[in-house]
């Protein structure tokens, strides 16, 4: 076969296929480029359950948000990596979603651990990012692009002794998990009765993360009969402690926290939940539109009930996305201004009164109590000495 | 164009670990003793390093070498207790290990519970604070360092004694070699290594907390180590490399990244028991084939 | 603290209830080092696919009997695989090569069954066995425990008579005692190491069933809080002895529960374990029950 | 005569629980001797070695090598001072070149103090180790792992090991076990040189009556962990408490 020809032949399907590849290319509409918003959560290993909660919560409200719009009018997009709960993988996270992923803002679907480890890269790079659900007070020190929609332990402490209050309890045990979320709402538990109810705790123990044989702790507090046990787990230890409990003969109230706030919790504790009351920021019963829709829509979508957490992950996006209309611009600045003026936003979690000077959302809580496999309001928690995060 | 700090991380993370490994090479591959509780040892040298610069106010140049000392001792400490136990409980004994000194570092309060320490200071040289490319270079004569002190055990009469204990700790002894001295060393060096990378790990991720250290973290270690070849110089360095990157480049399939993970391991284990690199593997042998081939 | 004496009933009944938990997962190892020397973690891997087995079973027909049947032939099938294909071609490589590939198959086991079933815990309630407690003295006990601990006695019993009085147990017993004089025998010895994979795993599975009642829940990390501690039992019994890995269980178990209640909780309970392990290590190296060589 | 002997015994007992496997057993080796030391399984001859070479702590009495005390040292420290052992089932470094097996030897001056961080890897010690290896014959395997080696040449290896230690006395557990006629032959030649080019005292453990008495200049015999009889092999050949002995085993003698 003739060379040239060949060579003319290649060149000009080169030139064919450029040509193509160029007008395609600019007659092509311009695309509205999504804003995008980063996200981690440990979606594998053991905290998977809680991260995959997160995600669909976060996922939910991207799709809520764009169905209406989006912001700026953009639409949303989440990019979101698995930190396995692991800090160091949070940490290389975080400098992917900066550097390569390049987004506006991030959010945390994850636990404490991770949320404090990747806070300090996206204060360092001056993101904006929102912790859902994490509790550590350290988040969201002194760091002034760091926020957080969820609860706090010292609020969630006080509202537990709250509780104990409403059920005239004076002599109350406490058994905490010992990791600083329980450790912490023990202490502002125990220092609420004391101080504030002037009531006695007269058994104060602590245990591991992901014990499951709690016979031992409840036995001696079945010798000291008290009038309510306080017990902040989260809601696999939960549902072993009321279980337990229930199996040893023991007929004190139990009073839990945001931990249990997991139809998970109902499941492995079946009957023996009855009767339990917990500190939550979800209101299930709830006649808020907002709150009712993203129930409804979180079932249709997951197949399972919301939980606490899925709920945090959806106010993050939320607020955030708030946050960057109110701005007008993508600029962190801008939004972080914009996160610090924000003012009584409706959550699901509760209406978003402020974000104090360090960041932490001031919003009401609410109790629940178990009454046929289903939590149902209880009493709601608005007295600002309790729900008014230190500083 | 300027590398990114995602890839500047991942860098320094390898080479951190890599000077664990190549520890644990020295006490497992060398000399032939198990330990699955490398990473405690990792935790005593970042926790030595994070309170003697924290609460101490010592410079980083002094809480290194420190570090790597401390867990050096640390090291002895378990190699003595070893010293008469034969294979399966030496191997739960360094488990054990492992456990016990999470829950210390979970335990006393000096080690900050179950959030450990936070801000841990960079280090920092004439005023100017090593970050990024910085602490890279730092990391990186570290490691060149003790992957010299690698290749001069492994040339010295300690190695061969190693290598000999490993082989038959009978025939040893009657050939002169203090078996239970040079067993305590190679826990001891082992360790000090794990110490020095474990200071580098406090100092680069400001932070150290128990559940770095755990026994989960010491079966990666030993996976990185037994991926690239036991008794081996550069197995440990390219199985350290190739179990750090490997996730990063599945990173979109994160869900199925253990699985992975494991089956890897499984199946290496399984049909190449030395490693990648290790005596008598398939790669070792081509790479032979192929050296000899040039000098043929 | 001191206790009135219907407490410490009450916690020795929960201390022997711990160890049994112990038990279930150690008898099924300390069968699989005897003959093999392995420590084999995967085990627990093969006690939560049980559970799981069991549970699934439990959902579609609502019959126990089936979910036991089920979970035993699932966890035989799977322990022998895991024989065959893993540790008897890597017998002759130094022993922590089929540990390390014990670890592995017992993380992906449950990374597996984690995307199968999904990660959440779930509640594993069985109408048959109703969750009621008896009050015996002043001491409670609950229906699901009596249950708990017959079927496992039935199960020690059984144990000790096919190894006491059948062929196949008695060839066991003998290939522990000397493996290498075993294995020269030839085929009858990978029989024998069969039918011990396969009384183990059934063992396990079950074990995952009854554990998976006991605290009304399946997850698809239950093996961590019995793997490791597992394991501590059969050294502290001296690896392989059967006698050692049931008395080592309760001592434990019984130990535990008395630790925390009069010293409260000092430390997680696995570093106390391993504590209890490495000081008897340092008196005895060969475990209480083990052998001098 | 026992003062001026290489190494002697006293009262040396070792008790496993309740097996007596040495009980009261007195010997000495002169310079420059070949000892043969015999008797049937079990009577306690390789418990003997293991206690001389330090392996095992004796229960009751004393070993002394040139009239000092050895029977609390550790194996590694009896080796230094020039007591060298081979082992009844052969223990090489099997992943290690035969030349580097006897280099190990060569590093006992190295491996107390801190002088083990010198490099082995010198001339001199290569050219001790070749030597050796060509007195004991292997040394066209020197590169090659230990683990190929047949049977009979790593038997030759665990006596080039100890060889490369400068031994005063060499104990050798059984040298021709598990080999030919053929084999044996040779080896026992190597030993005689041995002797005489190097002037090594030698302590024999023999199985193989014939071995032990063709070499030997003096035996004892061993049974029940009590020395029964002592003398040249001529006389032991004769003596009817050995025959007693041997026949009770299900041994011929000679």
Known sequence: ?391 | MQIGMYYITLLIWILIYAIAVMGLNITMGYAGQVNLGQAAFIGIGAFTSAILTMKFGISFWIALPLSGLISFIAGMLLGAISIRLKYDFLAMTTIGFNFIMVAIFLYYPIFGGSFGLLGVPRPRIFGYKLTGVTYLALVFVIFLICLLVNIWIERSWLGLAFEAIREDEDAAQTLGIDVKKFKVLAFAIGAGMAGIAGSLYAHFSMRVAYSDFTFAKSIELLSMCILGGLGTVYGPIIGTALVIILPEIFRPLRQYRLIMHTLILIILLRFQPQGLLGKGSYLETKIKKWIGGFQK | ?293 | ?254
Request: aromatic content about 10%; proline content about 4%.
């Open chain 1, 1 to 391: 076969m003739d060379k040239k020809l060949a060579v003319a032949a290649i060149i000009v399907i080169i030139i064919i296929i450029g040509g193509a590849i160029a007008w395609w290319y600019l007659t092509k509409p311009p695309a509205v480029q999504p804003i995008k918003i980063g996200f981690h959560a440990p979606l594998t290993g053991f905290a998977a359950a809680d991260g995959l909660s997160a995600l669909h919560g976060a996922q939910l409200a991207v799709q809520h948000i764009n169905a209406k719009g989006g912001v700026l009018g953009r639409p949303l997009k989440l990019i979101y990596y698995d930190d396995a709960c692991d800090p160091d993988e949070a940490i290389a996270i975080a400098h992917k979603l900066i550097e390569e992923d390049r987004v506006v803002a991030a959010i945390s679907g994850s636990y404490s651990h991770p949320t404090l480890a990747a806070s300090a890269i996206f204060n360092e790079s001056g993101i904006p990012y929102i912790s859902a659900y994490a509790v550590h007070p350290e988040i969201t020190r002194d760091k002034p692009y760091v926020f957080r929609v969820g609860l706090t332990g010292v609020p969630e402490g006080k509202a537990m002794g709250y509780v104990a209050g409403l059920l005239n309890a004076t002599r109350v045990a406490i058994l905490y998990m010992d990791i600083p979320f329980g450790t912490t709402l023990a202490e502002n538990a125990k220092a609420y009765i004391e101080d504030v109810l002037g009531g006695e705790v007269i058994y104060y123990e602590k245990y591991e993360l992901g014990e499951t044989d709690f016979s031992t702790w409840l036995t001696e507090i079945k010798a000291l009969n008290p009038d309510a046990i306080l017990a902040p787990a989260y809601y696999s230890e939960a549902a072993h402690i009321v279980s337990q409990a229930k199996e040893l003969g023991i007929t004190a109230p139990i009073i839990g926290c945001e931990g249990y706030d997991s139809p998970k919790f109902l499941e492995l504790a079946g009957d023996a939940a009855e009767g339990t009351i917990i500190v939550t920021d979800l209101d299930r019963d709830s006649p808020r539109e907002l709150v009712q829709t993203f129930l409804s829509d979180y079932k249709n979508m997951t197949g399972i009930e919301a939980d606490m957490v899925g709920a945090s992950a959806y106010d993050a996006v939320l607020v955030l996305a708030k946050a960057i209309e109110a701005a007008g611009s993508l600029d962190p600045d801008d939004i972080v201004n914009a996160l610090k003026n924000l003012e009584n936003v409706e959550m699901v979690t509760g209406t978003l009164y402020y974000f104090t000077e360090q960041g932490n959302a001031c919003k009401p809580m609410v109790a629940q109590i178990v009454r046929e496999g289903e939590f149902h309001h209880y009493a709601d928690i608005t007295d600002p000495d309790i729900i008014t995060p230190p500083e």
């Open chain 4, 1 to 254: 005569m026992k003062g001026s002997a290489m190494l002697r015994t006293e009262n040396l007992c070792k008790y496993f629980g309740g097996v007596r496997a040495l009980d009261g057993v007195n010997i000495y080796v002169e310079k420059e001797e070949i000892l043969g030391i015999i008797g049937p399984n079990g009577a306690g001859k390789t418990t003997l070695f293991n206690v001389i070479s330090g392996f095992y702590k004796p229960t009751k009495g004393h070993v002394f090598y040139m009239n000092k005390r050895i029977d609390r040292l550790p194996p590694a420290k009896i080796a230094k001072m020039g007591i060298s052992r081979t082992f009844q089932i052969v223990k090489p470094f099997r992943d290690l070149t035969v030349l580097q097996n006897v280099i190990v030897a060569c590093g006992k001056d190295y491996y107390f103090g801190i002088s083990f961080v010198k490099s082995y890897y010198r001339k001199d010690i290569i050219e001790k180790a070749t030597r050796i290896l060509e007195e004991v014959g292997l040394s066209e395997y020197k590169d090659s792992p230990a683990k190929v080696l047949p049977i009979g040449h790593l038997r030759r290896l665990e006596i080039a090991r100890a060889l490369a230690l400068d031994p005063q006395i060499l104990l050798l557990d059984e040298p021709t076990a598990g080999m030919s006629h053929k084999e044996a032959v040779e080896i026992m030649k190597l030993v005689s040189t041995l002797r005489e080019e190097r002037g090594v005292t030698i302590m024999l453990v023999e199985h193989n009556m014939k071995v032990a008495m063709e070499l030997s200049d003096r035996m004892y015999v061993l049974n029940y962990g009590k020395i029964i009889a002592e003398g040249p092999p001529e006389e032991i050949k004769k003596n009817p408490v050995v025959i007693e002995a041997y026949l009770g085993s299900g041994y011929k003698v000679g």
């Open chain 3, 1 to 293: 603290m001191s206790f009135s004496i219907d407490v410490f009933l009450q916690l020795l009944l929960n201390g022997i209830l711990m160890g049994v938990i112990y038990m279930i997962i150690a008898l099924g190892l300390t069968m699989v080092y005897g003959l093999l020397r392995i420590l084999h973690i995967a085990h627990a891997g093969v006690y939560t696919l049980g559970a799981y087995i069991a549970f699934s079973t439990y959902v579609v027909t609502h019959n126990i009997f089936l979910a036991i049947i089920a979970a035993s032939i699932v966890c035989a099938i799977l322990g022998v695989i895991i024989e065959r294909s893993l540790y008897l071609p890597l017998l002759d490589k130094p022993a922590y090569i089929p540990l390390i590939i014990s670890i592995a198959v017992y993380l992906l086991l449950a990374e597996v069954i984690a995307q199968i079933w999904g990660h959440y815990p779930i509640g594993f309630h069985v109408e048959e066995i109703p969750r009621e407690s008896y009050e015996i003295g002043k001491v409670m006990i609950g229906f699901h425990q009596i249950i708990f601990l017959a079927v496992i006695t039935g199960f020690i019993l059984a144990l000790w008579l096919i190894i006491n009085k059948t062929k196949i147990g008695l060839a066991s017993r003998a290939a522990s005692q000397d493996f290498e004089m075993a294995m020269a025998m030839g085929e009858n010895v990978i029989k024998v190491i069969d039918f011990n994979f396969i009384i183990g795993s059934i063992l396990a599975g079950i074990g995952g069933l009854l554990v998976g009642i006991y605290y009304a829940k399946v997850f698809p990390y239950m093996g961590d809080i019995v793997a490791y501690k597992a394991l501590v039992v059969i050294v502290i019994g001296g690896l392989g002895s059967i006698a050692g890995a049931i008395i080592g269980a309760l001592i434990l178990g019984i130990a535990e529960t008395f630790l925390i209640a009069t010293l409260g909780y000092l430390l997680p309970r696995e570093a106390f374990a391993f504590i209890i392990m490495i000081i008897l290590l340092l008196f005895r190296p060969q475990g209480l029950f083990g052998k001098v060589e």
